[in-house]
């Protein structure tokens, strides 16, 4: 028996990609014999075109389908006799797209499409959260389970951009959030509540890192609200290296997280790991990943929020109880107890 992966993109610096790599070590760890296949491949990564699993399918083998968008591969996977594994990562509502991107608008319809088709041909569908398990119940797949990904936390332990780290390394407090340029993550909001934090603290900087390709509109829209708000300090680098990336959170003293729509959000679970107070939007699987740590809130009242952070920079007590409960949380993550989840899933569709 053979253990393959196969999915629609694969590219580095992504969750979905990086997720791909480590289970793919975990499966060789295991003594699988385990590939990587994808319809699209960045030339740094390394996987074979997926079409070219014609020459190893077999009834006896798992297929792990990383499902998040239409595609080509769905129509391939399904006409394969392996045992198939869905693995959920969600599928970003299309609305957030309309007039930002109509090519990506038109997959996420086209991948709502695709995926009703699959309850009936799937062994087992794994969801990333809680969130998304319940959309595939309502979808009808009958046999899922919830698999937070597996993460490696060796990847941020190399060494941050120290020019990065000497250029913001004062008295400023600075404020985080990573995640791609995209209408969901509400980045606007994020820039209006650190308008009002200024009004209290003008030392203070705002990091919004994340990749704004294909939605440029969204990121001209924020250049504007910033420029409108006559804000300084506000740095928006686009997509960045994982030493630059580590930079930005070794700097930080909150993470804020506005974002209404995610399935996962591994940014919280960085968060976690670099001992960053998380303030977050209460929606979609934002609860499931922060477990009860970090603080939830349930409403986008700027000046409010805005104390909040306040409260959390001047209070050392209050802030060292939101990092012990975030400690505790990180457990759930940790490389062990994912992989053994992994192992008796795989195990319960062999079986």
């Given amino acids: 028996m053979e253990i393959h992966q196969i999915l629609p993109t694969f590219s580095p610096g992504d969750a ?14 295991w003594g699988y014999k385990s590939e990587i296949y994808a319809e699209n491949i960045h030339p740094h990564m390394n996987a074979k075109k997926h079409v070219e699993y014609d020459k190893v399918s077999s ?18 996977v399904r006409k394969l006799p392996d045992k ?65 990904l597996l993460l490696n936390f ?18 400023y407090v600075n404020i985080l959030f990573v995640g791609r340029i995209i209408p969901q993550k509400n980045q606007h ?24 390709e294909g939605c440029e509109s969204y990121y001209e ?12 300090d506000v740095y928006i680098p686009g997509k960045v290296s994982m030493s630059d990336l580590i930079s930005y959170y070794k700097l930080s003293s909150v993470f804020l997280c506005m974002s209404e729509w995610e399935t996962f959000c591994v940014p919280l679970v960085e968060s976690i790991y670099f001992n960053i107070p998380i303030v977050a939007y209460n929606r979609t699987a934002i609860p499931d ?26 209070d ?18 940790e490389r062990q107890n994912v992989e053994n989840l992994l192992k008796r899933y795989i195990q319960q569709v062999v079986d």
């Fill in 84 to 148: 198939k594994i869905i693995r959920f990562h969600g599928i970003t509502p299309e609305k957030y797209l309309v007039g930002i991107n109509d090519y990506i608008q038109h997959l996420l319809v086209r991948g709502r499409e695709e995926l009703s088709l699959y309850p009936k041909l799937t062994d087992l569908a794994l969801a990333n959260s809680r969130y998304t398990q319940l959309e595939l119940k309502g979808l009808g797949f009958k046999n899922t389970e919830i698999f937070p």
């Fill in 289 to 314: 990943t922060l477990g009860d740590s970090g603080i939830l809130v349930n409403n986008f009242k700027c000046e409010e929020l805005a104390e909040m952070i306040n409260q959390i920079v001047e």
């Fill in 154 to 171: 060796d990847t941020y332990n190399q060494a941050p951009n120290k020019d990065l780290l000497n250029k913001f390394n004062d008295d």
């Fill in 221 to 232: 829209q924020l250049q504007e609200l910033v420029r409108r708000l006559k804000l300084k």
């Fill in 189 to 212: 909001i994020l820039i209006k509540i650190f308008y009002y934090y200024k009004l209290i603290n003008p030392k203070a900087r705002l990091f919004l890192i994340g990749n704004y």
């Fill in 316 to 333: 050392d007590s209050f802030r060292n109880r939101i990092i012990q409960k975030q400690n505790e949380r990180l457990k759930y993550f």
């Fill in 59 to 76: 009834k006896d083998n798992v297929l792990i389908f990383h499902f998040s968008i239409g595609s080509d591969v769905s129509h391939y």
């Fill in 16 to 29: 979905i990609g990086n997720e791909v790599i480590e289970i793919n070590r975990t499966l060789r760890k």
